[in-house]
């Protein structure tokens, strides 16, 4: 594996074609609005295992039980369990895209284990999980981060109009920004995990920690893993403890106070 390099490798930028930034926006090849934001690269490796495309809108690192930091000051838009993902992390970041002014959210999946809860504040490279292989979409050990500025977590509201490529954020770890068309690189393997993603990305198979930490961990699993996957869902978890929407949306704003 490639261990991150000290310092910032100098850029020498040329503009040139108009390109897409694979978020619906335009701009001149060389031109990178994001690189000023200076986020910290977010675990101990920058190898990739599969990159960013139309039909999966982050970014695989290839680690495994490593530490997973957060790139910027923010808040704790919501962690919990999902599905397809595992356990996750959403932070909002303190940073406003230049295109739509919303604060940019950054999306860590698979997760080993995490160290935040929905609602805490969080800063610039603060320990907040450690990477991992949890929930159905997913082949092997890695972490699947992506961001949006769309100012969601819920996988049913992004997309590829609202996503940007992370390499963005980074161009010193990769190459510098170039704007350049998106390649697929789409095995028949991730084909199938796609599918399963796209099956169980909406909210009714989100699970945020104000509901698993209501019943324990360890109950939240032992239901789980008790449930076929099409069974996995908030409604048929909320009935089973006898969790009322009223007592959901109290335990949520409860977090985020």
């Known amino acids: 594996m490639r261990k991150i390099r000290a310092g910032i490798l100098g850029l020498a930028l040329a503009v040139s074609a108009v390109v897409s930034a694979g978020n619906g926006t335009?701009?001149?090849?060389?031109?990178?609005?994001?690189?000023?934001?200076?986020?910290?690269?977010?675990?101990?490796?920058?190898?990739?295992?599969?990159?960013?495309?139309?039909?999966?809108?982050?970014?695989?690192?290839?680690?495994n039980k490593e530490p997973v930091y957060s790139p910027q000051k923010g808040t704790v838009l919501s962690a919990g369990y999902w599905t397809s993902a595992g356990n996750y992390v959403a932070i909002e970041t303190r940073d406003k895209d230049p295109d739509t002014n919303t604060k940019l959210v950054i999306r860590f999946l698979h997760l080993k284990s995490?160290?935040?809860?929905?609602?805490?504040?969080?800063?610039?490279?603060?320990?907040?999980a450690v990477s991992g292989n949890t929930g159905t979409?997913?082949?092997g050990p890695h972490l699947h981060i992506d961001i949006n500025n769309e100012g969601e977590y819920d996988g049913t509201y992004i997309n590829y109009s609202n996503t940007i490529d992370p390499k963005y954020f980074w161009p010193h770890y990769f190459d510098g920004p170039t704007f350049a068309l998106h390649e697929e690189h789409q095995t028949e393997e991730h084909q199938t995990e796609d599918e399963l993603l796209r099956k169980f990305d909406s909210a009714?198979?989100?699970?945020?920690?104000?509901?698993?930490?209501?019943?324990?961990?360890?109950?939240?699993?032992?239901?789980?893993?008790?449930q076929p996957l099409e069974d996995?869902?908030?409604?048929?978890?909320?009935?089973?403890?006898?969790?009322?929407?009223?007592?959901?949306k109290k335990l949520m704003q409860q977090a985020r106070e």
Request: hydrophobic share 30%; proline share 2%.
């Open 26 to 63: 335009a701009y001149a090849e060389g031109i990178n609005p994001y690189d000023d934001f200076n986020w910290r690269w977010v675990t101990t490796d920058t190898e990739l295992s599969r990159g960013y495309s139309k039909s999966h809108k982050g970014m695989d690192i290839a680690v």
């Open 114 to 128: 995490k160290s935040v809860s929905t609602g805490d504040s969080v800063s610039k490279g603060e320990e907040i």
């Open 137 to 139: 979409d997913t082949t």
């Open 204 to 226: 009714e198979y989100f699970f945020e920690d104000t509901l698993i930490n209501y019943v324990g961990e360890e109950e939240f699993m032992k239901w789980i893993n008790s």
């Open 232 to 248: 996995q869902t908030v409604p048929n978890f909320k009935k089973a403890f006898n969790i009322s929407d009223e007592k959901e």
